[in-house]
């Protein structure tokens, strides 16, 4: 569901610029910042500013969607600009199964090293 800022959360605060937070883009419907538990050399949240909870959300509408592509094309971007010419990985963790820890929908960009197969 989109929505506008939901004020209890720390992915909107971030994109509101109300928690400070090392911005590498920004654009009108996206920002992406540093994660600041890095699991890889490069590891970079790509977070909309609308609040949506998850993808698990997404698909109601045409917009959500060319929102989800968005947030795909801005870590590509990021990945080519960050030099990741070896290969990188993109994720999306969805709902408690899928390990994610903040309910606002966000892309993870991780690279600089070789990732393992199967995640944990
Ligand atoms: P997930 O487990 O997929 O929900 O990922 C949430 C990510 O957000 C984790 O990698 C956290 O390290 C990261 N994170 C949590 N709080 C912050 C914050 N204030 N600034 C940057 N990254 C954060
Ligand atoms: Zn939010």
């Not at 990741?84 to 993109?90: C, H």
Request: aromatic share 4%; proline share 6%; glycine share 10%.
């Amino acid at each position: 569901m989109l929505g506008n800022m939901s004020s209890d959360c720390i992915f909107c605060k971030i994109a509101a610029g109300e928690i400070p937070a090392k911005k590498l883009y920004e654009d009108d419907q996206a920002v992406a910042i540093a994660d600041i538990d890095p699991r890889a050399p490069l590891h970079v949240l790509v977070i909309p500013k609308q609040h949506i909870a998850s993808l698990a959300e997404v698909g109601a509408s045409d917009k959500e969607k060319l929102l989800a592509g968005h947030l795909l094309g801005v870590a590509n971007q990021l990945a080519r600009e960050q030099g990741l010419s070896k290969g990188y990985r993109v994720v999306i963790n969805i709902g408690p199964d899928g390990g994610q820890t903040v309910d606002h929908l966000h892309v993870h960009l991780l690279g600089g090293r070789t990732m393992h197969w199967p995640p944990g």
